[in-house]
């Protein structure tokens, strides 16, 4: 459970920290990235690593209005808000939950903003609830490559602690970069507490005109 409390959301925020991130260029000042006009059949494919273990995630918009983005994860549909912060989300195969306010995302993203984070979450089946508390970070907007090519992406940093209503209690850290020419995040680095770096990049994605 521990380390599905980040694996998470729509594609605009997926997620990030590593000690170290790589050297992906320059960073770039002055620039601002507003709320993306995602629209409905926006696809993406993330290869995703975890220690020994690789697989894909297939993202799929269903609907959008003014205050949501409703979508798919390898066929369980979830929903964000607007800015792509989870609302309901699936950690692993029949392992749904929610969220009061996993603000990972919050537009406009310019270098230097920062704002904190109060969640509580919900795990339905089994129950388990808690919380999330924190802060997160632009602390660049330069280029980043992956498998579906190079862009210009703003890198976001936050850090969590979280608690368990059983009594378990850690923190989680991580870094995503976000492209505004792809409408989403294009890569993400997880570190969850006791367990291997999550690293997920953007491998192929169809935006609707």
């Known amino acids: 459970m521990v380390r599905r409390l980040i694996e998470f959301v729509s594609p605009i925020a997926l997620v990030a920290c590593v000690s170290a991130p790589p050297a992906v260029g320059p960073s770039i000042s002055g620039v601002k990235a507003e709320r993306p006009d995602v629209k409905v059949g926006d696809k993406y494919t993330y290869t995703c690593k975890q220690g020994v273990q690789s697989y894909e995630r297939h993202y799929l918009t269903t609907s959008v209005d003014e205050s949501s983005i409703k979508y798919s994860v390898d066929g369980a549909l979830l929903e964000s808000t607007r800015e792509g912060n989870p609302v309901t989300e699936e950690w692993v195969k029949g392992e749904r939950g929610s969220h009061t306010d996993l603000h990972l995302v919050s537009f406009p993203l310019e270098v230097g903003k920062t704002w904190t984070i109060k969640d509580r979450w919900e795990r339905f089946v089994p129950h388990l609830q808690g919380t999330q508390k924190g802060s997160v970070t632009v602390v660049a907007y330069e280029k980043v490559r992956v498998p579906a090519g190079e862009f210009d992406g ?21 870094t995503f970069w976000y492209a505004p020419s792809a409408r989403a995040s294009v890569k993400y680095l997880v570190h969850m507490a006791g367990e291997p770096e999550l690293t997920c990049e953007l491998n192929d994605f169809q935006l609707r005109p």
């Open 154 to 174: 703003f890198q976001v940093q936050w850090s969590l602690d979280f608690t368990i209503n059983t009594g378990g209690a850690g923190r989680n850290t991580g």
